[in-house]
């Protein structure tokens, strides 16, 4: 029986933490909700947080691009909602991801994905 799209999220979203976690990064919250968006997964190292997207996509590409601008906001209304909610981390750096988990591949981290609109980001090994 094939995995529903629900089932791929989810099993993405594992890996993507594990691959945090070999990162050094400590996962603090899966799929975050709030009534304005969704975070898939909030990790810490140090004084960072990380607000990550995990996207499940065929390729690399497909993945970047599957964040767009309309959800990058919902994200970030959601991050703000975090922080309120958790006034430990306000005087934290934060930084939007996106982790992509290709078939056959480690998955691939986009660090600071997006800022303020841009549509900038870096892959990380």
Do not use: C, H
């Amino acid at each position: 029986m094939p995995a529903t799209g629900d089932s791929r999220g989810r099993r993405a979203e594992r890996i993507a933490a594990w691959r945090l976690r070999l990162a050094g990064y400590r996962v603090l919250a899966r799929r975050y909700r709030t009534p304005v968006g969704e975070i898939d997964l909030v990790a810490r190292r140090g004084r960072r947080l990380v607000m990550v997207e995990v996207k499940a996509r065929p390729t690399e590409a497909l993945a970047r691009q599957a964040v767009p601008t309309r959800q990058r906001r919902r994200i970030e209304m959601a991050a703000r909602r975090f922080l309120a909610a958790n006034p430990q981390y306000r005087d934290f750096a934060v930084r939007f991801d996106v982790i992509a988990v290709v078939p056959g591949r480690l998955p691939v981290v986009i660090a600071d994905a997006w800022r303020d609109g841009d549509g900038g980001g870096r892959r990380v090994a």
